[in-house]
């Protein structure tokens, strides 16, 4: 009779879809991710902290053995996968088949110590036939792997705990640097000042409408040449705004009306008519980098949460493993797409031959399979769709697409292009000129009736156009001709789809980074999102800068990609760990590069000052001050800051000279910051305010201001009743509530705003007073120790006792929102079998089923929310377990990771132990 099996894989997900594809003798549990990490300095038992491990976790000194522990959330965990292998008699560890994956295994096997055999169990999909085909074909954990995920954590530690060190001291504390965060925020924050460098440039073109004769054969052509010059277009012009070439000329608006004018005088002539084959290929298969990019262009869904869904159709199985370089599609693959074309598209839109993709992508990982459907015969899109809803199906829905487009024949057509010349009459601006038009036909669409690309930007040719037949010497009547303006444009903003493409081109990360990475630097406040563009923020500007200046290999493009390739060699066993990153820390003397360590130490003075300014022109800068960006004028107003020289006397006179400042809020972009602009923050600074009367008791000026907070009033104090030190008199202050108008606010409305927090009135029954007032989340009552919340600010002036009594007549609410209806209401849950609805609380909209709570992340829209996605949630809040009480003490965490330092001999490990370990997995 065989032995029961234990499988482990990372998540509930994968492990409720696994176990229904096994027989009553396996179980299959998760880790619920990884099990144990490298632990901050904090977190470590004071004999290891005092140590080799105590700086970095990870002892530099003896082959960057690294210093592991289990985390205290996962403790719970250890526990319960070692009281079922205590019943097993096999261990199967399930894990992804990336590095990542690889190494969970590892760390499950170093720290479950089973005495069983082991077996590395691997697959690309998660379907009954490919899961009973991984559980027979297993092989040993693959140390090479493990290494490779190994050194790049232990090199993110050493990079990260390096320098952002640096960044705390020279341009603000809390900030972070990382080996991809800090060269992906360098590409945005070059994007941007390419932006700002930039100067627009006008010019003007003309559009024509002709025919040989019908109105049915009417088509559209552009001016292309003036006397012999060619006609500039925005791509003609440089970023300063001048031609790139003499041999082209620009039209200003006088010369193009003048030719439109003159064009519809005259006929215009064929002179040229060319025709060819247009042919157009479908796109491959998709990577983790195309699906990213296509999922944010065609789906709208940012980097992050296009993997959360891929990640739940996979562990679903509903497609092949979501995290590959690759292009390529197995045969099984290839033949499943090809049936499913020919079934639903015609045999006539499929090749002869399988089309195999291959190519080299830079850097390229593992070599899975590229993102398809799974299994042996696609489903299709109308088949799942009682099964998948919302994101999923329209994700699930995509891939399909592309998979089978990638095996359909090309599309088919023709493209024709005509020249026409025109002479102009005598006084017109030009005397010779000419036109082009092109249009295309497709004659045969092939892949195109299945799915189409989506582009970053629209192209002119995208459209399907046809010109009438044309000959050589032909006359055309121009029914219209009109001139139109245009201004060239800077280089577009990154979205999160052509930040992805970038780095992938480049070689910088790899695709289970992408997302995480970008996710990262908008969470550390260098990036945000203005629709779909990603925008730098100022301290982006500061942080690049320093790392420009005094790091500048470690964010130098090519070096961060020879990094990458360099992982890969040790992921192919072709490279030591140890060797590696001693040569990255301690420096090449084969080479003479400079390791990380006598960077960090030979910065010699950094000018956090110089750092952190941004010069912006016309003697004002931008600099990154520890409460945030603000303008500076470092040359007076009335003074050019070229010459010195007098331009505004007045001004000049006024006798300024301390630098005047201003703050700059979050919604100005940087490439939006010109001079004037700052000019004008600096005004508005400077303006102190408009006087909206006198205060009747106190004869005070009431002054309405604007602040770095927003708009607020304000009582301005007299200098000779303002007192000194403690006895200083500070003046009352209220911000204006959100429906008021800083340039329509008056005295009445400014006294009432003043006059808060108001006493309603007093409790009749305690005696209390209760006051209406105004704080960090909104209205509210406070009587006593007892604050209920008020529904609009409104209520603040106008609720009367009897009212604010009947709100405390009314039981107590756990939360300001918690009386509030859900937000939404998604069904009930697989799991507790309960209604699920999203809610919104004190720190920000939750799922819950009334068991289980879950706040919502933050890409996740309370009002978009999928039911699966919610779902999805409370299952990963179940597997964690309750949250750890009792707020910022340690005691108890320190003493069990105390214990786990008597063990440290085998949570440590050496290329040598991990050796031995796959040998003992392989005999057993």
Not at 535 to 547: C, D, E
Not at 611 to 619: A, L, P, R
Not at 715 to 723: H, Y
Not at 866 to 886: H, I, M, N
Request: net charge neutral; glycine share 8%.
């Amino acid at each position: 009779m065989a032995g029961r099996k234990l499988v482990i894989v990372e998540s509930p997900a994968k492990a409720k879809t696994i176990a229904g594809y096994l027989g009553s003798d396996w179980d299959v549990e998760a880790s619920v991710g990884h099990i144990r990490d490298i632990p901050t300095p904090s977190e470590m038992p004071a004999d290891v902290k005092k140590g080799p491990f105590g700086k970095f976790g990870v002892n530099v000194d003896d082959d960057f053995d690294p210093y592991y522990v289990v985390d205290a959330d996962k403790k719970k965990k250890v526990r319960e996968l070692k009281a079922l292998l205590k019943d097993a008699d096999e261990l199967y560890l399930a894990t992804d088949e990336d590095r990542e994956g690889e190494a969970i295994a590892w760390h499950l096997f170093e720290t479950l110590k089973p005495k069983i055999p082991v077996k590395r169990m691997v697959f690309h999909e998660i379907t009954r036939e490919a899961i009973q085909r991984a559980s027979n074909q297993t092989r040993d954990i693959n140390v090479a792997l493990v290494d490779a995920q190994e050194t790049r954590r232990i090199l993110d530690r050493l990079y990260g705990y390096e320098v952002s060190p640096v960044l705390w001291r020279k341009v603000k504390a809390g900030l972070s640097a990382g080996r991809v965060q800090s060269v992906a925020t360098r590409l945005v924050v070059e994007r941007e000042r390419e932006r700002m460098a930039f100067v627009r440039a006008s010019y003007w073109d003309v559009d024509a409408d002709l025919t040989p004769g019908a109105d049915e054969d009417l088509f559209t052509a552009r001016l292309t040449g003036v006397d012999g010059k060619k006609v500039a277009t925005g791509r003609d012009f440089a970023d300063d705004g001048s031609l790139k070439s003499a041999k082209t000329t620009r039209l200003d608006e006088a010369t193009a009306t003048g030719i439109a004018e003159a064009l519809g005088r005259v006929r215009a002539t064929v002179s040229e008519v060319s025709e060819k084959p247009y042919t157009r290929r479908p796109s491959a298969p998709f990577t983790t980098s195309t699906l990213q990019q296509e999922a944010s262009r065609k789906l709208g869904l940012n980097s992050r949460n296009a993997m959360r869904v891929a990640q739940r159709l996979y562990e679903n199985g509903y497609i092949t493993y979501m995290r590959t370089d690759s292009i390529a599609l197995s045969d099984t693959a290839l033949s499943a797409a090809r049936s499913q074309a020919r079934d639903m598209y015609g045999a006539e839109s499929v090749p002869d031959a399988p089309r195999r993709y291959e190519k080299k992508v830079k850097n390229a990982q593992e070599a899975h399979e590229a993102i398809r459907p799974a299994g042996d015969r696609f489903r299709t899109p109308k088949q799942v769709e009682g099964e998948l809803r919302g994101e999923e199906y329209r994700l699930y829905d995509l891939i399909w697409k592309r998979t089978v487009a990638s095996q359909m024949a090309d599309a088919r057509g023709s493209t024709a292009s005509v020249r026409l010349t025109a002479t102009l009459p005598d006084g017109a601006p030009a005397r010779e000129v000419e036109l082009s038009a092109s249009g295309t036909v497709i004659t045969f669409r092939g892949f195109l009736a299945a799915y189409e690309e989506g582009r970053d930007a629209p192209r002119r040719d995208d459209e399907e156009r046809r010109l009438p037949k044309l000959g050589a010497g032909r006359e055309l009547d121009v029914r219209r001709a009109e001139a139109n303006g245009h201004e060239t444009s800077p280089p577009a903003r990154y979205t999160e789809a052509t930040l992805v493409k970038a780095m992938e081109e480049r070689g910088i990360g790899r695709p289970s980074t992408y997302a995480s990475t970008i996710g990262t630097i908008q969470d550390r406040g260098y990036v945000s999102a203005k629709g779909s563009a990603l925008v730098p923020s100022w301290l982006a500007f500061a942080v690049t800068r320093l790392m420009e200046e005094h790091f500048g290999r470690l964010v130098d493009y090519d070096f961060t990609a020879t990094m990458e390739e360099d992982l890969d060699a040790i992921a192919r066993g072709d490279e030591q760990r140890a060797v590696w990153l001693k040569r990255f820390y301690f420096g090449d003397e084969a080479t003479s590069a400079e390791g990380l360590r006598s960077l960090v130490e030979d910065l010699g003075d950094i000018d956090a000052r110089a750092i952190s300014t941004i010069e912006i022109g016309d003697g004002v800068v931008v600099r990154v001050g520890r409460y945030g960006p603000y303008v500076e004028e470092t040359v007076p107003a009335g003074i050019d800051p070229r010459t010195g020289e007098v331009t505004d006397e007045k001004a000049a006179a006024s006798g300024e000279t301390q630098p005047r400042r201003a703050s700059i809020t979050d919604d100005v972009p940087p490439d939006e910051l010109t001079p004037a602009m700052a000019r004008e923050l600096l005004d508005q600074a400077a303006d102190d305010g408009r006087v909206l009367g006198q205060e009747p008791g106190t004869g005070r000026d009431i002054v309405a201001k604007a602040g770095r907070y927003g708009p607020y009033v304000t009582e301005v104090i007299p200098e000779e009743e303002q007192g000194k030190g403690k006895n200083k008199v500070k003046p009352r202050t209220a911000s204006l509530f959100k429906d008021m108008d800083l340039a329509t606010i008056e005295l009445d409305t400014a006294l009432r705003l003043l006059s808060l927090p108001r006493v309603v009135g007093t409790d009749p029954e305690s005696g209390d007073d209760i006051t209406a007032q105004n704080g960090r989340y909104g209205p509210y009552l406070k009587k006593g120790t007892d604050s209920r919340s008020l529904t609009s600010e409104q209520q603040l002036f106008d609720i009367t006792l009897e009212e604010a009594l009947a709100v405390y007549a009314q039981p107590k609410q756990r939360g300001r929102a918690a009386a509030k209806p859900p937000l939404a209401e998604l069904g009930t849950d697989p799991v507790s079998g309960k209604p699920v609805v999203v809610k919104d609380g004190r720190f920000g909209p939750y799922v819950t089923d009334g068991e289980t709570n879950a706040t919502l992340r933050k890409d996740d829209d309370p009002e978009k929310i999928s039911a699966e996605r919610g779902f999805e949630l409370l299952a990963d809040k179940r597997a964690r377990g309750p949250a750890k009480k009792g707020g910022r003490k340690k005691t108890a965490a320190k003493k069990t990771t105390k214990k786990a330092s008597g063990t440290k001999k085998t949570a440590t490990k050496t290329a040598a132990k991990k050796t031995s370990t796959t040998k003992a997995a392989a005999r057993k």
